[in-house]
């Protein structure tokens, strides 16, 4: 990055994350546009160095818009933050198909078309910083989240591919792999499963483990803000870590998914979320 002012272009601003991290580099004097799908959403940001638009990562037309738009106020992009994305919650039996491609659609295929949208900007300028927002459940996958943890596997993955192809033309390419991290990210996830019936499914008698399951991102969660100071702190380094890991259980369950035998994981896992009482 740019030791004087960037440009910063992040997805997913109305609530923690992307919030924290908009006001952040924004209160170190860089230009930033914060974006959101509904312009509701950003309404409070309306402070010094933050421009807001709505983008909808879903909508080709929504990111060709807003992108467009940066580029024409600012006339560059020196930093794309992939941030926007929801946690779907409940048993691999009880989501549907439509509720798995609602995920990947936001969680996956908005990052790819993010960076499709502006790599091209940052390519004709010779630089730029790309940081795809991950988590450690992306790592070691949990029960009752496993399209939200294949989501994030899946931009891990991704994130790998573009660093390879990207970095050789100029571009930084960062995984940034949060842990519990506070913010909102919990009250989304608790309207999924609150809505959700399991009267005809055999995790019925454990719900309040799903539940659980929903709210467990909270659990000695870090400050946002914290959070927020020590990525940009990291991001300004001349040469950034191409993997960022802050935030409760960030280190311990990549640690655990590598180093521990795979059925005494089970075997933590189950009891952690009352699988074993399925018995």
């Known amino acids: 990055m740019n030791p004087s002012r960037n440009v910063v272009l992040i997805t997913g601003c109305s609530s923690g994350i992307g919030r924290a991290l908009a006001l952040e580099w924004a209160r170190r004097g860089h230009r930033v546009f914060a974006t959101a799908r509904r312009p509701d959403g950003i309404e409070g940001l309306d402070v010094p160095n933050v421009e807001r638009l709505r983008l909808d990562v879903t909508d080709a037309a929504s990111i060709a818009e807003a992108v467009a738009e940066v580029i024409r106020r600012a ?25 798995l491609r609602r995920q990947m659609e936001t969680n996956v295929v908005g990052v790819l078309a993010m960076t499709q949208a502006v790599a091209p900007h940052m ?69 999924i499963v609150g809505t959700m019936s399991l009267a005809d499914s055999p995790y019925g008698p454990i719900r309040e483990f799903i539940e659980r399951r929903a709210t467990t991102s909270q659990d000695g969660a870090m400050d946002v803000d914290v959070f927020a100071r020590k990525v940009v702190d990291a ?13 409760r259980h960030s280190v311990m369950m990549p640690l655990m998914r590598w180093l521990l035998p795979i059925r005494m994981t089970d075997r933590i896992l189950s009891r952690r979320f009352g699988l074993d009482r399925l018995t």
């Not at 994305?85 to 198909?97: I, Q």
């Not at 591919?161 to 996830?189: C, H, K, N, Y």
């Not at 991001?235 to 935030?247: A, E, H, Q, T, V």
């Open 75 to 99: 006339g560059q992009i020196d930093v794309l933050v992939n941030n926007a994305g929801y946690g779907l919650m409940g048993p691999a039996l009880v989501d549907t198909p439509e509720d």
């Open 123 to 191: 390519l004709r300028a010779g630089h730029g910083l790309i940081v795809n927002v991950g988590s450690a459940s992306g790592i070691l996958t949990t029960p009752f989240a496993g399209a939200y943890c294949a989501s994030k596997a899946a931009v891990h993955a991704l994130t790998d591919a573009m660093r390879l192809e990207l970095e050789p033309l100029g571009l930084t390419v960062v995984s940034l792999q949060p842990g519990a991290i506070r913010s909102s990210f919990s009250d989304t996830a608790m309207q």
């Open 235 to 247: 991001l300004s380094r001349r040469r950034p870590p191409r993997i960022l890991r802050f935030g």
